[in-house]
């Protein structure tokens, strides 16, 4: 079993590079194969510029075998050689952008089985804001205004991205609809990465990790980690 790194929002700069670092090293270290799913910004074409921007960013970070896949939509990731590079890839990320049209992309696609394979083989896979939202079991789309069942490979939480700016407005629209949820707030520039196990996760980047549940608000900055099975359990 792999990693899971889930991001605020704003990757590609600043305060983003603790966590995207930490990511690296958990893959393997700088050789280690890198793929990015640029999808979720195709449909205000803005995926050859997000993957562009990925590409650079992780080598500029050291990483010397990263490249920007062309998954675009639901025929790209079925294409059996998009499919084939995933499973060898050892750190995957997810960019933000329209998390519905991501979700729908990639739900029971080839691309998305080897993703699991990759995962299950101990890849990291990573998402930020859209990227990140559409793992869970659910996310928000705010296109609908609508909860949507995610992809569910991350269990229990629910993701507020970019949760320092506009992110936070979405918790009084989602804490009724979402009771046994945890509600995670992510601020841009700031990631979370757990353990193999999915319970115990560490704080890295420039702010902090909200977590709602159950009438409770608690906050988590760089450095700190917490245990959602501890959280479950109140």
Known sequence: MGYILLEGGAEFGGQMAEP??????????????????????????????????????????????????PLLDGPSADAPELA????????????????????????????????LDAYLSGAVIAGSSAGAMVLC??????????????????????????????????FPLLKHQLPDEILVGID?????????AQENWRVHGKGKITLYHHGRLVKFRAGQAFNLENLLKR
């Open 20 to 69: 995207d670092r930490q990511a690296i090293m958990l893959a393997g270290g700088p050789d280690t194969p890198i793929s990015i799913i640029p999808a979720a910004a195709a449909p205000d074409k803005n995926h050859q510029r997000g993957g562009r921007n990925g590409v650079g960013w992780f080598r500029r970070l050291g990483a010397t075998n990263v490249s920007a896949l």
């Open 84 to 115: 084939e590079t995933l499973t060898k890839s050892k750190l995957i990320y997810l960019l933000g952008g329209f998390p519905q049209y991501l979700a729908q992309t990639l739900n029971g696609s080839r691309s998305w089985q080897a993703l």
């Open 137 to 170: 079991k659910y996310y928000y789309d705010p296109l609908s205004s609508r909860v949507v069942e995610g992809l569910n490979l991350v269990k229990h939480i629910f993701i507020l991205p970019h949760h320092n700016t506009y992110g936070k407005d979405w």
């Open 188 to 196: 841009e520039e700031t990631g979370a990465i757990t353990d193999t």
